[in-house]
């Protein structure tokens, strides 16, 4: 079922005659069946992508990350309307429902992949917490890092801590998400979920990403291993998330990767020496989560992509 009759208009609307538009999925899910789970739309509705997809197809030029990364190079105009379809994480649902909608519109997309993630099937941070707010049960929440305690007695307070959880983690570097993500699902009676085949949750498997990359549409990048805020790392913990990254996409699935992408992808989630240690590892192109519309003269590193789920 379409839920948003004015996505596709409004992905359309922002093709023009002289730039790129990159879009940035995560996940495509046949059914959303949670009341908070899901609540920011990460996961979109199989329905609805296709629609956009199709839209898409006919009012704009789609390009691979391949095509994007020579065009940046040459400083060649990009085609009138182009645009780019691109997924971070690595969730299943990527390669066995937003795949074949593409395949059949002969779009190409490019699946930036967390290789922890793809090694245990992981959760990420805020995926175990979305989970431990859902299962909760009603009570008032009290955090040593806020001052006012957190009632979690219905679906609108929930999502309402949800929220301040997201803005306190990803703008603190100070705080270890997954450490924080342990103790807050501790707190709330939920630990130890650290793994889920849930639609929302399940991750594609290092065959899969073979598979995937040996394709014609398909392109893998990577995404980190852990997850983690490149630019709150030190360079020790900075050169091992990227270097164990590479080596299980070489090792596991034959990925040499001159793609990647940064986790959250803010301007205060990647630096010049996040940039200068990927480049040092053979990585050529890796594009934000800033949104806005690229031209002939943008950096490849510093692509803009616009969000989407």
Same mark, same amino acid.
């Given at each position: 079922?379409?839920?948003?009759?004015?996505? #596709?208009?409004?992905?359309?609307?922002?093709?023009?005659?002289?730039?790129?538009?990159?879009?940035?999925? /995560?996940?495509?899910?046949? /059914?959303?069946?949670?009341?908070?789970?899901?609540?920011?739309?990460?996961?979109?509705?199989?329905?609805?992508? #296709?629609?956009?997809?199709?839209?898409?197809?006919?009012?704009?030029?789609?390009?691979? *990350?391949?095509?994007?990364?020579?065009?940046?190079?040459?400083?060649?105009?990009?085609?009138?309307?182009?645009?780019?379809?691109?997924?971070?994480?690595?969730?299943?649902?990527?390669? %066995?429902?937003? +795949?074949?909608?593409?395949?059949?519109?002969?779009?190409?997309?490019?699946?930036?992949?967390?290789?922890?993630?793809?090694?245990?099937?992981?959760? !990420?941070?805020?995926?175990?917490?979305?989970?431990?707010?859902?299962? #909760?049960?009603? &009570?008032?929440?009290?955090?040593?890092?806020?001052?006012?305690?957190?009632?979690?007695?219905?679906?609108?307070?929930?999502?309402?801590?949800?929220?301040? $959880?997201?803005?306190? $983690?990803?703008?603190?570097?100070?705080?270890?998400?997954?450490?924080?993500?342990?103790?807050?699902? #501790?707190?709330?009676?939920?630990?130890?979920?650290?793994?889920?085949?849930?639609?929302?949750?399940?991750? *594609?498997?290092?065959? &899969?990403?073979?598979?995937?990359?040996?394709?014609?549409?398909? %392109?893998?990048?990577?995404?980190?291993?852990?997850?983690?805020?490149?630019?709150?790392?030190?360079?020790?913990?900075?050169?091992?998330?990227?270097?164990?990254?590479?080596?299980?996409?070489?090792?596991?699935?034959? +990925?040499?990767?001159?793609?990647? !992408?940064?986790?959250?992808?803010?301007?205060?989630?990647? %630096?010049?020496?996040?940039?200068?240690?990927?480049?040092?590892?053979?990585?050529?192109?890796?594009?934000?989560?800033?949104?806005? +519309?690229?031209?002939?003269?943008?950096?490849?590193? /510093?692509?803009?992509?616009?969000? +989407?789920?």
């Amino acid at each position: 079922m379409i839920r948003d009759n004015t996505l #596709a208009d409004r992905l359309v609307a922002r093709l023009s005659d002289d730039g790129l538009a990159i879009f940035l999925f /995560h996940g495509v899910i046949k /059914h959303q069946r949670h009341r908070v789970r899901n609540y920011t739309g990460k996961h979109i509705d199989a329905d609805l992508f #296709a629609w956009c997809m199709k839209k898409l197809s006919l009012s704009g030029y789609a390009l691979s *990350m391949d095509e994007v990364l020579g065009y940046c190079q040459t400083s060649v105009p990009f085609p009138p309307r182009s645009f780019a379809i691109t997924f971070d994480d690595g969730f299943e649902n990527n390669v %066995s429902v937003a +795949v074949p909608i593409l395949a059949d519109l002969y779009i190409p997309s490019i699946i930036y992949v967390t290789s922890g993630f793809i090694e245990e099937n992981g959760m !990420s941070w805020i995926d175990r917490i979305e989970y431990a707010i859902e299962e #909760a049960s009603n &009570q008032i929440l009290k955090v040593e890092w806020a001052n006012n305690p957190f009632p979690l007695i219905d679906d609108v307070t929930r999502i309402s801590f949800l929220k301040t $959880v997201r803005e306190y $983690v990803k703008n603190n570097p100070n705080c270890n998400a997954n450490a924080f993500a342990d103790e807050l699902c #501790a707190c709330l009676g939920k630990p130890g979920k650290l793994s889920s085949d849930d639609p929302l949750d399940l991750k *594609m498997t290092w065959d &899969q990403t073979r598979k995937a990359n040996e394709s014609n549409l398909i %392109s893998i990048g990577g995404h980190s291993h852990t997850h983690a805020i490149l630019s709150f790392l030190s360079q020790k913990q900075l050169n091992d998330e990227i270097t164990t990254s590479l080596f299980l996409l070489h090792e596991r699935a034959g +990925v040499a990767p001159k793609h990647y !992408s940064y986790p959250e992808g803010l301007a205060h989630c990647y %630096s010049e020496s996040v940039i200068q240690a990927l480049k040092k590892r053979g990585v050529q192109c890796c594009p934000t989560a800033i949104d806005g +519309v690229n031209n002939r003269d943008t950096d490849p590193f /510093h692509i803009k992509r616009i969000m +989407v789920s």
